[in-house]
């Protein structure tokens, strides 16, 4: 299989449908849709089943205590069978019907690299306006120092081989918002960079307490910087320029 398709859920009725609707009506169908879920109480089980019962050789449905995001999406690498494995949270949905067609044709082109992005369509759920992520040129290739000043990879758009999870370990859970982060630092630090897709990927969804929303960081950042720089003038640099960037969007 080529690709999993991870999504977690608690209590994501509201939004889950256009999740799923994005997935099967993909063309390209090697890949299989696992859900994670944190026994929700609404009616997120009951859709989930259903589309269960629509593509029982694609969809994988498993139920474990809400311990945080990052033990979610760690669960759901533990139980894919894919090659590759993206993240698209329950309230974010590929942005057409070709994204895996063409990712794989481009996986394909470039000799099965470790891992890859692409761009993400920012919305706004409540004004509607959108941006495109990365922006910049310079943010079309991986390089660790530049990801020390800005974390400029959406994570739903990360096709990541399993061998590459496996080998290098999984999501760090304690962190609660940049466990993704933490972990492009520290496979770049290691070299094993990823080849960026000039392509949107997903729609991402930013609203008030969603799983996707961006949240104050700063703690876990500096925590991340003080794990992998050990120079204390860099480190003091760095900390100083990432609380400017917070400010002034200096490198947004």
């Not at 608690?10 to 026994?39: A, C, P």
């Not at 969809?59 to 033990?71: C, D, E, L, R, T």
């Amino acid at each position: 299989m080529k690709f999993s398709i991870i999504t977690c859920t608690y209590n994501s009725e509201e939004y889950l449908q256009q999740n799923i609707n994005s997935v099967k009506n993909q063309t390209f169908r090697d890949f299989e849709h696992v859900f994670i879920d944190g026994f929700s109480t609404d009616g997120t089980v009951k859709m989930i089943k259903k589309y269960r019962q629509e593509f029982p050789d694609k969809v994988k449905f498993f139920q474990f205590p809400a311990k945080g995001i990052g033990n979610a999406m760690n669960k759901g690498i533990n139980k894919s069978l894919g090659k590759y494995i993206i993240h698209l949270h329950s309230d974010d949905s590929f942005f057409d019907n070709n994204v895996l067609e063409n990712v794989s044709n481009f996986i394909t082109k470039k000799n099965n690299p470790d891992w890859i992005y692409g761009k993400a369509k920012f919305i706004n759920i409540n004004t509607k306006n959108f941006r495109i992520i990365p922006h910049r040129k310079i943010y079309q290739k991986t390089y660790f120092w530049l990801l020390l000043l800005t974390n400029y990879i959406p994570h739903q758009t990360v096709f990541l081989k399993k061998s590459v999870f496996e080998k290098y370990g999984l999501f760090n859970q304690k962190y609660k918002n940049s466990m993704d982060y933490e972990l492009w630092i520290r496979l770049t630090s290691k070299k094993i960079n990823a080849l960026f897709i000039d392509l949107v990927i997903c729609n991402f969804s930013v609203r008030k307490n969603s799983q996707s929303s961006i949240g104050k960081y700063n703690n876990e950042h500096i925590d991340i910087y003080n794990t992998y720089i050990k120079n204390y003038f860099i480190l003091k640099f760095l900390i100083f320029l990432y609380i400017l960037n917070q400010k002034r969007s200096l490198f947004h």
